[in-house]
């Protein structure tokens, strides 16, 4: 079974801070991670995913992630936060292949201040 | 041209009433799923189809039918809708396995139940 637990349902950062998204997994077999961003009152979009390739993952927006194994963690970053930023942030574990079923985690709000 | 598109985007309703929500992609995509928001913003898978094959079924009460005319439609009926229903529901397609896995997410309707 797979499960995703993401710390901090909130997170605020001025303006040109480092953004730091934690996400924690679980997985009984090799897992496909993904990090989707959601507007207001918009759907999710792909922002950067790790299929079993390079373990540090660029993304859309600057953003980026490392697949650290031995942690168990998918942590999301961006050096620099811009106002535009200002999202709610899920991770999603995939450890089926066939069926592609995303469990997500509880996702974070990401508050940039001026 | 919207790949994930979802009517309606706001539906509001009575208890007890049916109603349908309807999901198309023309993106080409086998597989497309359904899945709810609730009203904290947790995302749960519901069903999937793959080309017109129900491939994932979670625990959801049986007046949720999913039907899928077609690989590129997916609609979702609800029979004898209760207040729980109420949530944001998105309709995702997915592109394939392996390093291409990602799915496209539809902008979501919104279900109010009165």
């Known amino acids: 079974a797979q499960s995703v637990t993401q710390l901090g349902s909130h997170v605020s950062v001025s303006e040109g801070a480092l953004v730091l998204l934690r996400c924690n997994y679980s997985?009984?077999?090799?897992?496909?991670l993904f990090w989707y961003v959601q507007y207001p009152n918009q759907g999710l979009q792909l922002l950067l995913k790790y299929t079993s390739a390079a373990t540090l993952v660029k993304g859309i927006n600057g953003f980026e992630a490392e697949f650290k194994k031995s942690e168990t963690s998918f942590h999301l970053t961006k050096p620099s936060a811009h106002m535009s930023d200002a999202a709610e942030y899920f991770c999603a574990v995939s450890g089926s292949s066939n069926t592609g079923k995303l469990i997500f985690g509880q996702g974070t709000t990401l508050q940039v201040k001026p | 041209d919207t790949a994930v598109s979802q009517t309606p985007k706001y539906l509001v309703t009575q208890m007890g009433n049916d109603k349908s929500i309807k999901c198309e992609q023309n993106?080409?995509?086998?597989?497309m799923y359904w899945y709810k928001q609730d009203s904290k913003k947790f995302l749960k898978i519901m069903f999937s189809?793959?080309?017109?094959?129900?491939?994932i079924n979670e625990t959801v009460p049986n007046r949720f039918s999913p039907k899928s005319p077609d690989k590129a439609h997916l609609n979702l009926h609800i029979n004898s809708l209760e207040l729980g229903d109420s949530a944001v529901y998105f309709c995702a397609s997915r592109l394939g396995g392996g390093s291409t896995d990602t799915q496209y997410f539809g902008p979501g309707t919104r279900l109010t139940v009165l």
């Open positions: 997985s009984s077999v090799p897992p496909y």
């Open positions: 189809y793959n080309n017109k094959e129900l491939i």
């Open positions: 993106l080409g995509h086998d597989t």
